[in-house]
Nanobody, 127 residues
Framework: QVQLVESGGGLVQAGGSLRLSCAAS????????MGWFRQAPGKEREFVGA????????YYADSVKGRFTISRDNAKNTVYLQMNSLKPEDTAVYYC????????????????????WGQGTQVTVSS
């Protein structure tokens, strides 16, 4: 069982930056590939990005590529989402998710693939 707690959300002006954190419980964090998703009001949850167990492989949605960066610190059981050049359309609740995997370089892009989810953190970008 893994519990995930996101933090770092808030209100920021367009062009600004935020860093989200997702802290995981348990001693096997390095066994999990991690992902970030977001859901805007009235829209379906969408993939933002993912990172492999070791952090060596990342993948991003086209909408955030070049602006967002995912990283992880397995010693701290934490995954991060650095968001730069924020746009009003980035406004959403952001969720982190964990998928246990035996494949070191594997990443996952679909929400249905993930085993555990955090409660979400609100990000609001004003124009």
């Amino acid at each position: 069982q893994v519990q995930l707690v996101e933090s770092g959300g808030g209100l920021v002006q367009a062009g600004g930056s935020l860093r989200l954190s997702c802290a995981a419980s348990g001693r096997t964090f390095s066994s999990y590939a991690m992902g970030w998703f977001r859901q805007a009001p009235g829209k379906e949850r969408e993939f933002v990005g993912a990172i492999s167990r070791s952090g060596g492989i990342t993948y991003y949605a086209d909408s955030v590529k070049g602006r967002f960066t995912i990283s992880r610190d397995n010693a701290k059981n934490t995954v991060y989402l650095q968001m730069n050049s924020l746009k009003p359309e980035d406004t959403a609740v952001y969720y982190c998710a964990a998928k246990r995997t035996d494949v070191p370089g594997r990443i996952y892009g679909y929400s249905i693939e993930y085993d555990y989810w955090g409660q979400g953190t609100q990000v609001t970008v004003s124009s």
